[in-house]
């Protein structure tokens, strides 16, 4: 790339801050920010970024990681669990949208095999989207949320056939290609995912554990860069697609229990490259083609929505029981996706199809900007479709609301729910005691509702809510945010309700013990000081030291305020993969679905199959079981919960649904 094509990626860059920068204030997606920065310098607008060869490479660039992202989230154990719904729900789902989408499309006068990939790229839907909105909703685990789960993993399955497909047809000679051409990529491409499931079962396993075990983290980054690349140029060698080999890659990390740390050290070139891939998809719409076909992407729009709600409303009716629940899952795969964007970017490359895949793409652009919107109310829409009227208003669930009972009790507020407050809630529980928490994370707070916690959304520095928790009742208040300014917020606006109430925070360090004492906190406890407190005491012990002077010699530092620790000197770097390598255990539900591998099962049963982990609780028709035993059998429909470092919660998932 010369001086030409950095000055090509400087102007991106520069209209991407300041567009999505706006695009935050609005509250909007982002996406659409990137999308609007591609339509406005690109060549069917201002023409300021021409289609060159680097605009090209970043758009193969981001499809990479784009599919390898989505490769990372593919759940084979949940799949295998699954099966019946997956296979059977899925397979009728992309089979008949393809088959009539594809009908359609060869009417318009497409060739069969760019009719076949029109048809997948509509049948496809969008993963991110679909499990976000539906995990924000808490719905999730519902029926339709569950059904929803398993069409989007038969089509990140069946997704490899229609990429190795849309290969084949791409290199034909201006869209001259044999039909054999067609059926050697599509086996190739099934070959390769038998490859590269079988690799991540046996071979990444112990590459990234030797590699792990170095600590390092740019080797660790520049092993799994070497992974997605690698497997990306490896299909390209072969025939098929860069895209295809990514995909195949995410797949491969996600069967390793290195998952979670892959996810993190990608993060940053995810983000950014999903960012690029976007604006080049933003150049291939036309917006003259968006002004004068407007009514058509309009039809097209509603046409898309209205075919895949159908389709899968029918096919879903057998597997949800009525037809409220399966237009719910309809509604909510009714958009496209992703995937569809992948393939309909390689026929706009070859200029394939052209005059079909252009407005489809406008059409696909514009549904998953609405997608979130659908989905946030596809119960009111499902409801207006069958006439029904909405049900009278149920009691909230107990575990929704603050339990007016216990604010009203003895207990203690924990202010945070992360590993640290989820530590102080287990030996409060033992020891008899009750106890509120507040969080602002969504995902954590349904997931400890799941486990019966009673544990609230919101903030805790605010006063109406520290009132509904009940601090006039409160015996103590702790506050385990690692962050002092979120600390002195709250430390402030309890002492402004309450001023006898004692306040223990939690720090990271000492930097800012002075402050939180003068706003008012009872005891601060500095994580790092603290810790070299014990390490204090365990090396006096073992100079034979008698006890009584060791005790008095920590109960003298910390009268003094950690003072004789705090005269340190501080080191210039941070070590960023030790600290994520630090004490990282939390909680985690994972919902048995039928055919899951441990129902039926006992808990010793799935210990047995090496799932090291702690079982905190069973939940049952809304009844929680504490610190189940080993005999206790799971039935279909449990929320078990357990507790651990993320790659045993992933390994004991996997046993739980695949055994």
């Avoid at 094509?5 to 860059?13: E, Q, R």
């Avoid at 990608?266 to 891939?277: A, S």
């Avoid at 509702?449 to 544990?455: S, T, Y």
């Avoid at 009742?473 to 004692?502: K, N």
């Amino acid at each position: 790339m010369g001086p030409e094509g950095l000055g090509t990626v400087l102007m991106l860059l520069a209209a991407v801050v300041a567009v999505v920068a706006a695009m935050r204030r609005l509250d909007l997606p982002p996406i659409l920010g990137y999308l609007a920065v591609g339509m406005a310098l690109g060549p069917h607008a201002l023409g300021l970024v021409a289609d060159s060869a680097t605009t090209t490479f970043l758009a193969e660039l981001g499809v990479v990681f784009l599919l390898f992202t989505l490769g990372l989230e593919f759940s084979l154990p949940r799949m295998l669990a699954m099966r019946g719904e997956v296979f059977g729900l899925g397979s009728l789902q992309v089979g008949v949208t393809t088959l009539f989408a594809g009908a359609v499309a060869v009417a318009m006068g497409a060739p069969p095999a760019v009719a076949f990939v029109v048809g997948g790229a509509i049948a496809m839907s969008s993963t991110a989207i679909v499990v976000q909105q539906l995990t924000e909703q808490a719905e999730i685990n519902r029926t339709h949320g569950r059904l929803s789960l398993s069409v989007l993993l038969f089509q990140d399955l069946v997704f490899v056939a229609f990429l190795a497909v849309a290969t084949a047809v791409v290199r034909g000679d201006g869209g001259r290609y044999e039909p054999v051409d067609v059926a050697l990529a599509l086996v190739k491409g099934l070959a390769a995912l038998g490859i590269v499931l079988a690799a991540g079962r046996w071979l990444m396993r112990p590459l990234f554990f030797e590699i792990a075990r170095a600590r390092s983290l740019e080797l660790f980054t520049l092993a799994v860069l070497l992974v997605a690349l690698a497997a990306a140029w490896a299909t390209h060698a072969v025939g098929l697609s860069l895209a295809l080999g990514a995909f195949l890659a995410g797949m491969l990390l996600a069967e390793t229990e290195y998952r979670h740390q892959v996810e993190s050290v990608i993060r940053p070139f995810r983000d950014v490259l999903l960012g690029l891939f976007f604006i080049t998809i933003g150049m291939l719409l036309d917006l003259q083609l968006l002004g004068r076909d407007f009514w058509l992407i309009s039809a097209l729009v509603v046409g898309l929505f209205v075919l895949k709600t159908a389709v899968v409303a029918i096919v879903a009716r057998r597997f949800s029981g009525d037809w409220f629940k399966s237009l719910r899952t309809g509604l909510a795969l009714s958009a496209g996706g992703e995937f569809g964007f992948a393939l309909l970017a390689l026929l706009i490359k070859s200029r394939t199809g052209a005059e079909i895949v252009q407005p489809l793409l406008a059409a696909i652009t514009v549904s998953m900007v609405l997608s979130p919107f659908v989905i946030r109310h596809n119960k009111k829409i499902a409801r207006w479709i069958l006439r029904e009227r909405k049900p009278a208003q149920a009691a909230p669930a107990r575990d929704a609301v603050v339990d007016e009972a216990l604010a009203k009790r003895e207990h203690v507020i924990l202010c945070g729910y992360g590993r640290v407050g989820q530590n102080i809630a287990r030996v409060l529980e033992r020891q008899g005691h009750e106890f509120i928490a507040m969080d602002l994370d969504p995902f954590r707070i349904r997931t400890a509702r799941a486990a019966g916690d009673p544990v609230v959304f919101g903030d805790a520095a605010d006063e109406q809510l520290l009132q509904s928790v009940g601090l006039d009742a409160a015996s103590v208040v702790v506050v385990t945010f690692a962050d002092p300014a979120t600390s002195i917020g709250i430390v402030r606006a309890v002492r402004r309700l309450r001023a006898d109430v004692p306040i223990l925070v939690r720090t990271a360090d000492d930097s800012r013990l002075e402050e939180l004492t003068r706003v008012g906190a009872t005891e601060v406890v500095p994580e790092t000081l603290e810790a070299s407190l014990m390490l204090v005491s365990h090396v006096l012990l073992f100079l034979h030291t008698p006890m009584s002077r060791v005790v008095k010699t920590v109960g003298d530092i910390r009268a003094e305020r950690y003072g004789t620790l705090r005269t340190v000197f501080r080191r210039g770097d941070a070590s960023l993969f030790d600290e994520r390598h630090a004490l990282r255990e939390e909680l985690k539900t994972v919902t048995l679905p039928p055919g899951a591998w441990s129902v039926g099962r006992s808990l010793a049963d799935v210990r047995a199959r090496g799932a090291e982990v702690s079982f905190t609780a069973v939940r049952r028709e809304g009844i929680v079981g504490r610190d189940p035993g080993p005999e206790t059998v799971l039935r279909e429909g449990d929320v078990v919960v357990v507790y651990g470092t993320p790659e045993a919660l992933e390994h004991a998932e996997a046993v739980l649904l695949a055994g």
